[in-house]
Nanobody
Framework: QVQLVESGGGLVQPGGSLRLSCAASGTIFEINAMGWYRQTPGKQRELVAIIINGGSTNYAESVKGRFTISRDNAKNTVYLQMNSLKPEDTAVYYC???????????????WGQGTQVTVSS
């Protein structure tokens, strides 16, 4: 079993910053990718940023230049540094990881429980 535990959400004023963290634990042989998604009521969950094995990254257009995703492989942890936050960034942010538990098992998607980010004055 694998667990993803997120932290770092909260309330921040427009223009402020927050840093989200997500630590993976459990039976982990290899992590292929880790990323962040977000969701607001009535809308589909959308990709915010993802980092692949090897370090390549991809961002949603709406966060490019403001958010930075990084990963600590030794700690199985992914971070999302969010700067210049806007009210439209308000959402529940979910951590995602693509993990396999052994050399012969398939990669599976795992999700965190979500953390609320609210950008408001």
């Amino acid at each position: 079993q694998v667990q993803l535990v997120e932290s770092g959400g909260g309330l921040v004023q427009p223009g402020g910053s927050l840093r989200l963290s997500c630590a993976a634990s459990g039976t982990i042989f290899e992590i292929n990718a880790m990323g962040w998604y977000r969701q607001t009521p009535g809308k589909q969950r959308e990709l915010v940023a993802i980092i692949i094995n090897g370090g390549s990254t991809n961002y949603a257009e709406s966060v490019k230049g403001r958010f930075t995703i990084s990963r600590d492989n030794a700690k199985n942890t992914v971070y999302l540094q969010m700067n210049s936050l806007k009210p439209e960034d308000t959402a529940v942010y979910y951590c995602n990881a693509v993990i396999r538990g052994s050399p012969i098992s398939r990669f599976r998607d795992y999700w965190g429980q979500g953390t609320q980010v609210t950008v408001s004055s």
